[in-house]
């Protein structure tokens, strides 16, 4: 038996409620027995099993999967088997494979290296691919690309199931990756991989590899930098004003690593698309943004400065001009910038301090917006109960992790919106694999992003909420695939599916495109059973 309380205490995200261990363990079981009947019970409670079959709980899950293992799922392609994918592939039984989502466990939510008991991810993962985006859960592929660890524990378990042996790295490693995607793309060509939970160091690497010759994407990257892109555009409107006032939003981002520069260039290209797209556009949407990282604000005097945060570095000139110098604290640059959106990518916790909420109270905007994005729960910049009192109750809120929505008195309460990957990746697979799109464009995923804000009607954006419910999942799925599928169209990427070739795309209108869109999701329903007589 798994002591379910130990487990649960030393999980660092681990979620509140104390049996979500045990309700995983019973949908795994009824995923087992009758895969109809799980779909169906996890489609419909969408909100309450989505932190089960996922993060959080799939956390806990992955910690401990050697232990909690009890039928396989899945593929596992190890470093040992090089030479033999190809193989491997074509002797995989089922015949056709729409989404494949593949970790290599190196970097498992906050818990890190977890080796191949990461698989958990992946399983989480396509999962929702079925209940969100209506993938046939016959063409769904979990993969485990086990080149070791270098977690000791993990090593050391007498249950560990996977290599011995430290990971690859290098050449070596590459090799192993570039083996196992000319694999699956040579028996399912139309196959779309999506890359889950790999380590810093290899993830945009692999993307910049990859994202040119097949069809990949990575959520960690262009996932959370999308959604962030449209909570930042719901903002716009909660502040009272059209989306296409975008560009003159002051933002000042605290956090200069991989996500924070993700979403930065999400954000600077959809001014500048709004702009007009030409250099003087991007050159306009740079001044926008002011990044501030351990060693505070970045200008072009920093030295060694990451050759992806070079861009928004502030020029000197400016900075004299405001008063600021090379290395101005937070507090310093809220004051003087007066930004309309504080933007916490930083992994920081707490650090929007008093000091920093009270600078933003001189926000030249009607409606200043916080976005503390990081995770785990801990690592948030600032809780709502912070962010409502310290600034008011007219701040626009969003978190990465979830909170609850914040009591404001007189039956008032403070919208707490949460930044969940969970509103665009199953759309962005689902379109890319409706519209036969061969790459999936930078493009595509703006289109996704900008879909999901203008979702929120009028009434709801004023009131603060800028990501829709979660229960409404499906819906937005489909209204985001059909954006993705338009944009490939528009930029001439898409090349059809199935029965429907591109030509016959390009003919569809847009209530049509949701008509196509929704009538390819599967759904949980038993068919009705045939009798034939000879
Ligand atoms: C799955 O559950 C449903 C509802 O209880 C039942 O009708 C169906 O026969 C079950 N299927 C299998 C394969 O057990
Ligand atoms: C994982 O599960 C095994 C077997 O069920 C158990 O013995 C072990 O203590 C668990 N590990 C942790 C970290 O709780």
Redesign the pocket.
Known sequence: MVDLRRLEVKARDGPSDPYALAKWRILNRLHD??E??YYKVLVDNIEEYAPIVYTPTVGLVCQNYSGLFRRPRGMYFSAADRGEMMSMVYNWPADQVDMIVVTDGSRILGLGDLGIQGIGIAIGKLDLYVAAAGINPQRILPVMIDVGTNNENVLNHPLYLGLKQHRLDGEEYLSVIDEFMEAVFTRWPNVIVQFEDFQSKWASKLLQRYRNTYRMFNDDIQGTAGVALAGLLGAVRAQGKPTVDFPKQKIVVAGAGSAGIGVLNAARTTMARMLGNNEAAFESARSQFWVVDAMGLITEERKNIDPDALPFARRLDEVNFQGLKEGASLVEVVKTVKPDVLLGLSAVGGLFSEKVLEALKESTSTRPAIFAMSNPTKNAECTPQQAFSIVGDHVVFASGSPFGDVELGNGRVGRCNQGNNMYLFPGVGLGTLLSGARVISDGMLQAAAECLANYINEEEVLKGIIYPSISSIRDITKEVAAAVVREALKEDLAEGYRHMDARQLQKLNHEETLQYVKHNMWSPV?PNLVYRKI
């Open positions: 027995r009758n109809t009947m038993y």
